[in-house]
């Protein structure tokens, strides 16, 4: 069974302040890492995928990088709009493009 | 881009009556649809997968007479919440499989319906 924990739960930045989203994962075959940000009341809004070790993908503030049993979500410089739960999700070769997702961590960027 | 509709995005329905909770893609045909369940704080819980023209595979634990899925186009799926009764309050979430511009392999989350039950 796919399993995806998040870390640290809840993560609280001060405006600039980088930081880092920990998503670790166990998986038969990993068809995809996926990031999605996920806003209150609202359903998730997708981030990147990546595929492979060694793979990385950034969208403007955002870079996620990708290893063989984690992931990582790299906020550089944060805003307040960038608060939001951050959620990561594997989707395994054997199970038809279901996503098994992390419990999220939820970022709140102070001003 | 890949746009997926759920409607509604609020209702409140006494016990004991069914609720129906729409999700269509509006720009691109979905071959496959899914139907997740979210608590307060915790992650999305995947309640079925549905095939366009086919009956829905639903999760372990997850009552296919209770949880009615529809997937009768290429653009639209229903979710029937049967007689339900408060612990069926949630966020139910549907997403679409389908060319967007991140590709097929991308799912696209609807806004979410919350649902509650008095």
């Known amino acids: 069974e796919d399993q995806v924990t998040q870390s640290p739960e809840a993560l609280r930045l001060q405006e600039g302040e980088s930081s880092s989203l920990n998503c670790s994962y166990t998986?038969?075959?990993?068809?995809?890492l996926f990031w999605y940000r996920q806003d209150p009341g609202k359903g998730p809004e997708f981030l990147f995928t990546?595929?492979?070790a060694g793979e990385e993908k950034e969208k403007e503030r955002l870079k996620a990088t990708l290893t063989k049993k984690e992931s990582f979500l790299h906020i550089t410089a944060p805003k307040p709009e960038d608060s939001a739960t951050y959620l990561c999700?594997?989707?395994?070769?054997?199970?038809?493009?279901?996503?098994?997702f992390g419990a999220g961590t939820t970022v709140t960027v102070r001003a | 881009g890949a746009v997926v509709s759920q409607h509604p995005s609020r209702v409140i329905c006494k016990s004991g009556t069914s609720v129906k909770i729409e999700c269509r893609s509006l720009?691109?045909?979905?071959?496959?649809m899914f139907w997740y369940r979210q608590f307060p704080k915790q992650s999305l819980m995947l309640m079925a997968t549905?095939?366009?023209?086919?009956?829905?595979?639903?999760e372990q634990g997850v009552e296919k007479d209770k949880f009615l899925i529809n997937h009768a186009s290429l653009t639209l799926s229903t979710l029937t919440v049967t007689s339900a009764h408060p612990e069926d309050s949630s966020f139910y979430i549907c997403?679409?499989?389908?060319?967007?511009?991140?590709?097929?392999?991308?799912?696209?989350f609807g806004a979410g319906s919350r649902l509650t039950v008095l």
């Open positions: 997403s679409a499989r389908g060319q967007g511009p991140s590709g097929a392999n991308v799912l696209t």
């Open positions: 998986v038969s075959g990993l068809r995809g």
């Open positions: 990546l595929y492979s």
């Open positions: 999700a594997v989707q395994d070769w054997s199970n038809d493009y279901k996503l098994s």
């Open positions: 720009d691109f045909q979905a071959t496959t």
């Open positions: 549905s095939n366009e023209g086919s009956k829905a595979t639903y």
